[in-house]
């Protein structure tokens, strides 16, 4: 068995490996409320078809996970794939040029639909690079598992995390890949070493309502609000400082890494600002302030107001300083009363807080050291033609509970389809995009198992 057999099998059944994909599209799976059994299904019934074992773990209303594996023998070297089968929901479908559940495909070249990018093309991709494995009955000393998660979208607890605290507990993988999108365009793909955290904070500003022409009676809930979040980036001050792992210019430097000269950076980042921002955000703990809900009539003063802030962190950093940072500004500097629930007493003056999402951020400290991690660089380079890069990843993902856990620190993200895409109306991936990376997947696999 060579190399040359697999890429010859891969030219071969392209046309299957897109209806799969298609196929992963048309199966609802929109997160709320997850559905994740509408593709777990679709993706049990094609590896049984070719004798892989793979088991459905059901939970909840249609909800799911998935695991399958080459062999039976977990005792050599693990390789474990994880892709998640949740999308975002597409929110105005009459937007979307190309309906979302639809998967059209475009002058050969493109598929359009929800989860294209993010990420049933890296899903398939593992999914396929398992079943080649198989079909061609390559001999191989170590193991490949697949697990396909519920739950990505709203933080993996049912998904990736209660994988790796039950059915996966028992299989030590020495390598994971997520197979998460990460094109930078117009930059190549990222291999991703590690990413921020997020956490949502919703803040409630409860004040006294009173008839606007006589307002010194009450207390403004949006003035309040609006006190609140004008000294927000005071917090800044009272947290622990905090190192980003790869400061601005040693970020730059990866990147020039894989581009012909390293002037090309510069002028890649004075014409995409995009990309400096990302850069960015890489290096710092952010914060936005993204929905703010407030007021009932034009002449009553508001005595309630409703504020989402969403964090981002850096590797390192933790919660409970950023929630004893901003008890400190609202008690402390504004002399307001932090209450422990949103209700008071009728004409009580208070703020509330509260968590209402949190996905750990994560890094893999010793990834410049490692061998396998350059055997997979040199693998995408030659299935791309293009050297990838190493990067921090911008959004939170399912790798942070492999890290984080400690079931495996060596996880790192690489997945067709770009990152803008994700999430947004006529979501698309480049088909050859997602061919290559199947390519990356199965030779990385056998590469690695044999
Ligand atoms: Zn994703």
Known sequence: ?????????????????????????????????????????????YLKYSNIKSEIFSFGDNRANLIAYLNDNFEGKNLLYNGHMDVVPPGNVEEWKYPPLSA????????YGRGTTDMKGGLAGIVIALKILKKLGIKLSGNLIVNAVADEETGGVYGAKWCIE???KLIKPNFSIVAEPTRLKPLPHVISIGERGRLIIKIITNGISTHSSWPFMGKNAIYMMSEIIHNLDKIDEYLPKIKPPLSLEELKKLISDALP????????LNEQPILNSVLKSLTQFTKSLTII????KDNVVPDRCEAIIDFRLLPGQNIDPIFNALKKLIEEDLGYIL??????????????????????????????KSSILKSFYKIIEEAYNKKPFYLLFPASADASHFRNTGYCVKTIMFGPGSGASAHSTDE???????????????????????
């Open 1 to 45: 068995m060579s190399e040359d057999q697999i890429l010859k099998e891969i030219e071969q059944n392209q046309e299957e490996y897109i209806t799969f994909f298609q196929e992963l599209i048309q199966a609802e799976s929109y997160n709320p409320p997850g559905n994740e059994k509408n593709v777990a299904l679709i993706i049990d019934k």
């Open 104 to 111: 059209t495909i475009k002058r050969n070249k493109y598929i």
């Open 166 to 168: 039950n059915k996966l």
């Open 261 to 268: 000269r390293p002037e090309v950076l510069e002028k890649i």
């Open 293 to 296: 809900k407030g007021g009932i």
């Open 339 to 368: 209450k422990s629930e949103p209700v008071g007493e009728p004409k009580e003056v208070f703020v509330y807080i509260e968590n209402i999402q949190y996905s750990e951020p994560s890094y893999w400290k010793d990834w410049k």
């Open 428 to 450: 698309y991936i480049e088909i050859k995009d997602y061919i290559n990376a199947i390519k990356v997947y199965t030779l990385f696999a056998y590469n690695y198992l044999k």
